[in-house]
């Protein structure tokens, strides 16, 4: 019997939720449930056409079931790849198998473990001479090429030729690295990597990364010398609370902007001594809102609430402490008036005369052409199926130009 795809990634990743997340719901039914049922189906018909049965008890219907969860385990466990799981792995496997297929599991998890071990060392052989003698495909396995050109990663191959052959060390043969160690001073490197280094600006660190990878084509390392950096004191952390910045700094903060660029200053000062991405929320003092009695502000207003005075408007709110966000318009409990330069919006839409419109005019990657004669007489050759032209003169067609 095959094992159908949706139920081999479950077994693949040892999904101990296969049955638990069954449903009754059709649409919602995941993929492994309906390969299960199929097979389940198909192993009930051939029950019954054995035994000539039409209907079958619960109790068939029972050993059914678990036997079908028992085959399903057999064939994944006989298809499984040993050689590439070490022994905790292959307990995993095991343990997962055995509460799938519902066997009665007495093993001693670190008795079987060590059991494995050592079935497993019986297995290893000694390795060839040389790596070209190691079989193709598990050369093709390994995460690294036969030879190893770079010592970083011999630590991963020996690792994974471990699992099939046993040595104490890793014949010399199997590594080709050429290159040189580098150098001690950026002076001595090859011309093309002199200008990269020394590196005296922060901002460069980012792309040391690809540098190390085009240094290590040529010159073996482990980590770049301190002696190819010639960089400025890193900066600080910034703090967790601002009670614990230098004295000149822990003056200004916490902090309750005027505006954007008294924002902007806060963050640069800080910046000169901390380094950090965002500024974090308690170094600021957010804006509270108005109060809704504006008399609990406090603030002489000689002819009271609402104002009905434009100039008196305009100095009551220069007389709003800045740490009140301070909304536009102003809510009508406060201000009656209209301070602003606009004009009053009209009740009927009928009786707007002014507005003012931001066109942007673009035909494709070109600006629209002034002259729409021209503009019409070249739509018409492209478009011959358009029946109007510009100016647009329908509402209705807006979309459409």
């Known amino acids: 019997m095959e094992i159908l795809p949706a139920i081999g990634i479950k ?10 997340c069954f449903t009754n719901r059709h649409e919602t039914c995941p993929a492994h449930q309906n390969e299960f049922m199929y097979l389940l189906g198909r192993a009930t018909d051939r029950y019954k056409q054995a035994y000539g049965a039409y209907v079958i008890n619960k109790k068939n219907k029972n050993q059914i079931y678990d036997k079908l969860r028992k085959k399903l385990e057999i064939n994944f466990l006989t298809n499984t790849d040993f050689i590439i799981l070490d022994s905790f792995e292959i307990m995993q496997l095991i343990f997962f198998v055995a509460g799938f297929a ?24 000694q ?80 792309k040391a990364k690809d540098w190390k990878e085009e240094l290590r084509k040529f010159y073996s390392f482990f980590q770049l010398s301190e002696s190819f950096f010639d960089l400025l004191p890193k900066k600080l952390e910034l703090p967790l609370t601002y009670q614990e910045l230098t004295l000149r700094l822990r003056r200004m903060f916490p902090f309750c902007p005027k505006d954007s660029e008294d924002f902007k200053e806060h963050v640069n000062k800080l910046r000169k001594v901390y380094a950090f991405k965002y500024l974090p929320n308690d170094y600021v003092i957010n804006k509270k809102r108005l109060p809704e009695n504006p008399r609990d502000l406090k603030i002489n207003v000689k002819e009271g609430f609402p104002i009905k005075s434009r ?35 009209p009740e009927e839409w009928e009786e707007v005369k002014k507005i003012e419109i931001i066109k942007i005019k673009r035909f494709g990657d070109k600006r629209l052409p002034s002259d729409l004669e021209k503009l019409n007489k070249d739509l018409k050759q492209k478009e011959p199926e358009f029946q109007w032209s510009f100016p647009i003169t329908l509402q209705d067609k807006v979309p459409e130009g």
């Open 311 to 345: 100039t008196e408007a305009l100095n009551f709110i220069k007389s709003i402490p800045s740490y009140y966000r301070i909304p536009n318009p102003m809510p009508a409990k406060y201000i009656e008036v209209n301070y602003t330069q606009l004009e009053d919006l």
């Open 102 to 125: 519902r066997l009665q599991n007495d093993l001693k998890f670190e008795e079987l473990r060590k059991r494995i071990n050592e079935l497993k060392s019986d297995l290893l052989i």
């Open 127 to 206: 390795p060839p001479e040389h790596y070209d003698m190691i079989p193709k495909e598990i050369r093709e396995a390994l995460e690294y090429t036969l030879p190893i050109r770079d010592r970083r990663f011999t630590g991963e191959v020996v690792s994974s030729l471990r699992g099939i052959y046993k040595f104490d060390r890793l014949p010399e043969t199997y590594i080709e690295d050429s290159r040189i160690p580098i150098p001690s001073y950026p002076s001595e490197f090859r011309k093309e990597f002199k200008k990269f280094f020394l590196v005296t600006d922060r901002a460069d660190l980012k």
């Open 11 to 20: 077994l693949k990743y040892q999904n101990k939720a296969f049955f638990r």
